[in-house]
């Protein structure tokens, strides 16, 4: 079984980007992109540096967790992963960070209102807090999926992000769009009372990102 090379690569980049970026400390996070039979997945393995990884690195995995493969022990976080694309066929990306301005919100565990268009058109709208649970658990993985919903992310309490997409490009942007919002709600509270979006202006928004923008649909 060999994964398209076009979707190693796109692996590859993504870490490379979350980790220049500061959106990941070290190791920690994953990323997984969903592969042509929507049965299974590569997903980055468990404790090497984004700057060290390679194609050979990945792992191949299905949707209940079971290594397909792939030489090295895949994230331990994988359980998440296979509950999202199980629970989502429209997914084909997912972005795990422990971006700072949004672990703000982690540990508060506040929704993130959707203060700015591009989190509304992006996001989907507010980005709620799932439950809490030990990293690499199922019960954490319900939970995500539960406070996911159809929106394109989801918090974790006291942890961390998780961004979904139609491709992996996609589910990049909105963990970036996520730290983004954190960033610039928490600085507006400090500059007087930050005004939210409506729900119609919302829907709107998302409704006209997801049937119009751009050029085409997922990758």
């Known amino acids: 079984m060999i994964p398209p090379q076009s979707k190693v690569q796109a692996v590859i980049e993504t870490g490379k980007i979350i980790a220049n970026s500061g959106l990941v400390s070290g190791t920690w996070g994953n990323i997984s992109v969903r592969l042509s039979s929507l049965d299974s997945f590569l997903i980055t393995p468990s404790g090497v540096s984004y700057h060290d990884l390679t194609g050979d690195d990945l792992v191949m995995v299905d949707l209940q967790g079971k290594v397909m493969a792939g030489r090295l022990k895949p994230s331990s976080e994988t359980p998440l992963h296979t509950a999202i694309y199980r629970a989502r066929q429209d997914i084909k990306g997912i972005v795990h960070t422990h971006s700072s301005f949004a672990s703000v919100f982690t540990v508060t565990r506040k ?16 980005v709620r807090v799932a439950s809490y649970a030990p990293a690499g658990t199922s019960e954490l993985a319900a939970a995500a999926v539960s406070a996911l919903g159809d929106r394109a992310a989801v918090l974790l309490a ?59 649909k997922g990758d």
């Open 111 to 126: 929704p993130l209102p959707p203060v700015l268009e591009e989190m509304a058109q992006i996001l989907g709208g507010e």
């Open 158 to 216: 006291n942890h961390g992000v998780v961004g979904v997409g139609r491709s992996l490009k996609e589910a990049l942007l909105v963990c970036q769009v996520v730290e983004k919002g954190a960033l610039v709600y928490l600085f507006s509270q400090l500059n007087g009372t930050p005004f939210l979006l409506s729900d119609q202006d919302v829907s709107a928004l998302r409704n006209n990102f997801l049937e119009s923008y751009g050029q085409g």
